[in-house]
């Protein structure tokens, strides 16, 4: 199931301790980010984190912003801190640090497992180096098919992804039942972990399934119990969002967030930026493999994978023009969590191109200094010039490598926050004090940061953070309506509506603090104060009334 590849005299052996400095290296330089720091430097990461904190507070499958709703972000990662807050003791903001580095090495060692899989030992190697180092300095790690320090969903469930495809190609060359029933739990766990490279995997599931050829019949049959096994797999999930919300989206907006590299307007430059050499490596890749003896199944999926993303990103493109024209086109995720899946596949046809060359030069260095056409001789030589390629790009890249951002800036980033330690003073009030069930009426970032974290509510918070199957709308509203109260010395307005919200706790920072005195507002205790918070317990009604509005 390989394609024609370097020969090497020990391949395993010389293949693997080349694989693991450079994971070694990335290693070091991933603790080197994280030393000393306990706060992600990222607001994407306190999703994971805060449903960690619901996990380990009995209260699965809660939302971790919204009252009364159920989670709508895929749960696997905060599964993982949670598991690995359990064992060490750990809170869920350090344990997410601590671990990232360790655990991020599994995209590139599985990214590794599966280019040898498909293209023997030289080209995966060569596509190892390209993973780990051909990396522009200011990418964000969430679009980096590389290593990162920081632990995000959609950079860590590529090693799920490439581990699935190992078992899809393996299924493919000789479909059982079996392979079908491990393939479709992979593609569930992959859905748990993110949905764009699960809705990735298994459009080439069927892809791949409905060229089969002669066989077709039995492997649509075997996809279909794939398929079946990805819905029990991914039942954890999908029992919320299919369940409970019948996939009805009432807040599209995290799924239209555009990073600026995959925007409408740069779409020039970006094509522009292809007029480089590495295209020419990918280019040679993709001729070594339709020219190569490879099975037919390899060659489908290897060109099913970049060309899936190519269409998702393609068509997130033209819901951002259809935007600009008054048009909304839905979308399943933003569209660039599949540049990371097309430069994945970019750095595959690297390798096989890196490869490819070394191996022609080889041939034709042999051939001019007429060296005897012995085999082991060639395919030592061919051996020592891959080698010889892969150590040079590796000392081209390996400066830009060590001051990438996400090892620079983002430590900056963590750092910074590290001083100004009482931005998260209120996270470890609420974590000690505030209680299953507590609703805060607070600001956007403490509320990512401090609130969600610490396994407590909010009554609104940023839309891109909110609930895709809960309407924004009348939180912000109500939200509006309780800092006007406090405000406007509405102490009746406020009590009501906080009692309709179920607002336990006000988290007030700046000029907020000076609106809340207690002889403005009876009954509003403050509980918590530090340099830039109060926290103020708001007093109970005898009953309630019931969040249905917010959550349904």
């Not at 590849?5 to 070091?28: D, E, K, Q, S």
């Not at 919300?245 to 779409?267: D, V």
């Not at 309407?471 to 307005?493: F, M, V």
């Not at 002889?519 to 509980?527: I, M, S």
Request: with cysteine; charged share 15%; proline share 7%.
């Amino acid at each position: 199931m390989k394609l024609p590849t370097t020969p090497w005299p020990r391949p395993t052996a010389v293949a693997l301790a080349c694989a693991l400095f450079f994971c070694a290296v990335a290693l070091y330089h991933g603790l080197k980010a994280t030393r000393g720091l306990d706060w992600h430097p990222g607001s994407d990461a306190y999703r994971d984190i805060a449903l960690a904190q619901i996990i380990l507070d009995g209260d699965y499958p809660a939302d971790y912003l919204v009252p009364d709703a159920w989670l709508w972000y895929n749960p696997l990662t905060g599964a993982l801190i949670a598991g690995v807050s359990r064992a060490t003791g750990l809170a869920p903001p350090q344990a997410n640090v601590r671990m990232a580095p360790w655990i991020n090495l599994l995209p590139p060692l599985l990214f590794f497992a599966l280019a040898w899989r498909v293209a023997g030992p030289g080209a995966a190697l060569a596509a190892l180096l390209s993973f780990l180092f051909f990396l522009p300095q200011e990418r964000p790690s969430y679009v980096s098919a590389s290593y990162s320090p920081w632990l995000l969903a959609p950079h860590l469930t590529q090693a799920v992804f490439y581990a699935s495809l190992l078992v899809w190609m393996r299924h493919l060359k000789r479909p059982r039942a079996h392979t079908a029933l491990l393939a479709g739990l992979m593609l569930g766990l992959t859905f748990l972990g993110h949905t764009a490279p699960a809705v990735l995997l298994g459009c080439v599931m069927v892809l791949t399934s409905a060229l089969a050829g002669a066989d077709r019949a039995r492997h649509l049959r075997l996809l279909a119990l794939a398929l079946g096994a990805a819905f029990v797999a991914g039942l954890p999930f999908t029992i919320s969002i299919l369940f409970r919300y019948q996939l009805q989206i009432k807040n599209p907006t995290p799924t239209t967030w555009i990073w600026e590299g995959a925007a409408l307007g740069r779409l020039p430059q970006t094509l522009w930026g292809l007029l480089h050499w590495q295209t020419a490596l990918m280019l040679a890749g993709a001729v070594a493999l339709w020219r190569s003896k490879a099975p037919r199944a390899v060659k489908q999926v290897l060109i099913a994978w970049p060309a899936v993303s190519g269409a998702f990103l393609a068509y997130s493109y033209l819901a951002q023009w259809a935007e600009s024209h008054g048009i909304t086109l839905r979308q399943i995720n933003p569209g660039y969590h599949y540049v990371l899946y097309l430069l994945a596949a970019g750095h595959l046809y690297t390798g096989l191109g890196i490869a490819g060359i070394a191996r022609a030069s080889a041939t034709a260095l042999a051939n001019r200094a007429h060296i005897p056409d012995d085999a082991r001789v060639r395919a030592r030589l061919r051996q020592g010039i891959l080698l010889v390629a892969i150590a040079v790009l590796f000392a081209a890249h390996y400066r830009d490598f060590r001051v990438w951002h996400g090892f620079t800036r983002d430590r900056g980033v963590a750092l910074r926050r590290l001083d100004q330690t009482d931005h998260f003073a209120p996270y470890r009030w609420i974590v000690a004090n505030a209680g299953k069930g507590a609703v805060f009426l607070c600001n956007d970032r403490p509320g990512i940061y401090c609130v969600a974290p610490a396994g407590a509510r909010v009554v609104s918070c940023d839309p891109f953070f909110w609930n895709l199957y809960v309407p924004w709308e009348p939180g912000a509203a109500a939200r509006e309506q309780l800092w006007t109260a406090l405000r406007e010395n509405g102490a009746d307005a406020f009590h009501d509506l906080a009692a309709a919200w179920g607002v336990t706790h006000v988290l007030a920072e700046a000029e907020q603090r000076d609106w809340i005195t207690e002889e403005r507002f009876p009954g509003l205790d403050r509980v918590f104060a530090s340099e830039n918070f109060t926290i103020h317990r708001v007093p109970q009604p005898s009953a309630q009334l019931p969040h249905d509005a917010i959550a349904d």
